[in-house]
């Protein structure tokens, strides 16, 4: 299995700061990557898909980049909306495999 | 709008079954892999199973296999996994959420339904 290592596990970070989050893949994923927000209480929404596309709906701030094995969700101008986990997956090879997740907070 | 809606969780003895079920609307269900996505309390997130839109084939996590089986009913637009030989390991909410086609991504995903498993 791909292991997907994310950091890190834990940020806070003050309203209107740019937060990057980073994912770690064990080996090349060619970019089959999404990024997932889960926020307290609801289930997961897919923010990003194929390393850098947006999803529909998802707010500009949002962005993802990346190749290989390395790759990183950027928010920019932070919003208390924004407030939630943050999970990676891969989808290159079965079984997909998530991140552990990074918890964003508030400073 | 796109909804998917889980029922059946619930307390069950280490050993015993359980089914749970997805109901689906807001889209052409027959269209989409369908897949089910496990987490245990205060963990991540765990891919459990997925079937193709038709039900011709399915692929499960290694820790499942032999034990929990999906499937779906497009007549009734429906997802189900039925879960055998429960551990206290599958404690855990059961997401339900829909494939984009010809990606291993999900776009949309259901409320959740605990299963806890203890004696």
């Known amino acids: 299995d791909i292991r997907m290592t994310q950091s890190p596990a834990s940020l806070s970070a003050s309203l209107g700061e740019t937060v990057n989050i980073e994912c770690l893949a064990s080996e090349d994923i060619y970019s089959d990557l999404a990024w997932y927000q889960q926020k307290p209480g609801k289930s997961p929404q897919l923010l990003i898909y194929n390393a850098n596309s947006l999803q529909n709906g998802v707010p500009s701030r949002f962005s993802g980049s990346g190749s290989g094995t390395q790759y990183s969700l950027k928010i920019n101008s932070l919003q208390s909306e924004d407030v939630a986990t943050y999970f990676c997956q891969q989808y290159n090879n079965y079984p997909p495999t998530f991140g552990g997740g990074t918890k964003l907070e508030l400073k | ?119």
Request: with cysteine; proline share 3%.
């Open chain 2, 1 to 119: 709008e796109v909804q998917l809606v889980e029922s059946g969780g619930g307390l069950v003895q280490p050993g015993r079954s359980m089914k749970l079920s997805c109901a689906a609307s807001g889209f052409t269900f027959n269209n989409y892999d369908m897949a089910w996505v496990c987490q245990a309390p205060k963990k991540g997130l765990e891919w459990v199973a997925t079937i193709s839109y038709d039900g011709s084939s399915t692929y499960y996590r290694d820790s499942v296999k032999g034990r929990f089986t999906i499937s779906r009913d497009n007549a009734k637009s429906t997802l189900y996994l039925q879960m055998d030989s429960l551990r206290s390991e599958d404690t855990a909410t059961y997401y339900c959420a829909r494939h984009v086609p010809n990606f291993g991504v999900m776009d949309a995903w259901g409320q959740g339904a605990s299963v806890t498993v203890s004696s």
